[in-house]
């Protein structure tokens, strides 16, 4: 093992430092390992000094009622287009009925009385009513699909890209989309 | 020899509790997938302060935390029927955390570039007592650990404070495990660096 592949080893291991047989005898015979080790030891002791953030217990009820909330309202959405396209399925079908009916038959539409037609409308109404209902949820795809479609037209091919910040190329790509008036 | 018997027994109480979990979690998912909330609010218990702690030390802001963890558990909500379970739930979560967070910080940078939000720094995600000679370090790294690329500093905080596996966290990014590792490097090289003048 030399000094790289043993520096390299060990620092993936933090956070967990621990030394294998080979990496103890090669620190013992390599000092300049040993003060990179020491190094090491000494900046995880650092970083864990701190324990690790939690929910105080009423940021935790916020969360949870937020949650049932929205839960509640995602499934009412649900509910509420079930009962829509079967309002509008029944529309559909009335509407069909009065074409099929004025088509094939139009001495019989004219008998159909006012009232009928008013029952008509009325489920029009309420159709129309349930569609205004229903909260909508905005998701924000906008940013990760400019971001995706960059990738692909430009093709950011290494790594370091990817796993990095966004670059001033990112930027100044996404700063004309947004100009454009494309997102945001 | 008494000593053996207590460590051992302690291992294997370990395991046994380890395990006894992954069930738990299995159990929970399942009855979760079939409509039982309880078994959802459950699930959210077990996993909030998980989720919490890696969110804020990305985002260094508790209001902004709890919005993403809520935004997590209800995507986990939706999606849950699409959850497969060849990974344990908390790495589904995680993956779903990270990117909620990823994307947060990448909106933010952007608004930050065209001077939209106004320009507050948010209070230091890592927090550390002030223990006398060592506030000058610690200040050093708070700064350091923030200034990470968002997807290093992922990385940092996955392995480092939720001592997640390599290949762990290469599934949940979905990148390859020899990339996740380059990164956890450079990320702790960046840190030591921080270190050097306290030498
Ligand atoms: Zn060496």
Redesign the interface.
């Known amino acids: 093992m030399n000094c790289g592949e043993l520096r390299k080893s060990i620092c993936l291991k933090m956070g967990r430092l621990f030394l294998s047989q080979d990496e103890k005898s090669h620190l013992d015979s390599c000092p300049g390992c040993t003060k990179y080790y020491e190094h090491l030891v000494s900046l995880e002791k650092t970083l864990t000094v701190a324990p690790a953030p939690s929910l105080t217990k009423m940021e935790f009820s916020k969360l949870q009622s937020k949650l049932d909330s929205r839960i509640n309202k995602y499934h009412d959405k649900a509910l509420n287009f079930y009962r829509l396209s079967f309002k509008y399925g029944a529309t559909m079908a009335a509407i069909l009925l009065l074409v099929f009916a004025s088509f094939f038959g139009k001495y019989k539409f004219q008998d159909i009385k006012p009232a009928d037609t008013d029952s008509l409308l009325a489920t029009l109404t309420i159709a129309e009513d349930f569609s205004a209902s229903g909260d909508e949820v905005i998701e924000e795809p906008y940013l990760d699909l400019v971001i995706d479609n960059y990738v692909d037209n430009y093709g950011f091919n290494t790594s370091e890209m990817l796993i990095g910040d966004l670059s001033d190329e990112e930027l100044e790509y996404l700063k004309n989309k947004i100009n454009a008036g494309d997102i945001l | 020899m008494p000593f053996l018997l207590v460590f051992s027994y302690y291992r294997l109480s370990k395991i046994q509790k380890a395990k006894r979990m992954e069930l738990d979690d299995k159990e929970l998912v399942t009855k979760a997938k079939s409509g039982d909330?309880k078994a959802f609010?459950e699930l959210?218990r077990l996993n909030?302060?998980k989720m919490?702690?890696l969110i804020?030390?990305m985002t260094g802001d508790?209001e902004i935390t709890?919005d993403l963890?809520?935004d997590t558990?209800?995507a986990a909500?939706?999606e849950l029927g699409g959850f497969r379970g060849d990974s344990r739930f908390y790495s589904w979560l995680y993956r779903i955390a990270s990117s909620k967070t990823l994307?947060y910080l990448?909106?933010k940078?952007?608004l930050s570039?065209?001077s939209l939000s106004a320009g507050t720094p948010d209070e230091p995600?890592?927090?550390?007592?002030d223990?006398v000679g060592?506030s000058e370090?610690?200040d050093r790294?708070i700064k350091a650990?923030d200034l990470l690329?968002?997807?290093?500093k992922l990385?940092f905080n996955l392995?480092?404070?939720d001592?997640l596996s390599?290949p762990d966290i290469a599934g949940i990014l979905n990148?390859?495990e020899s990339?996740v590792?380059?990164?956890?490097?450079k990320a702790?090289?960046k840190?030591?660096n921080q270190?050097k003048d306290f030498?």
């Open positions: 909330r609010d959210v909030k302060d919490f702690a804020y030390r508790r709890l963890l809520q558990f209800f909500y939706k994307n990448k909106r940078k952007i570039f065209f995600s890592y927090n550390m007592p223990n060592f370090i610690n790294l650990v690329p968002p997807k290093q990385i392995r480092f404070f001592r390599f990148k390859g990339t590792k380059t990164n956890y490097q702790i090289e840190l030591q270190l030498r």
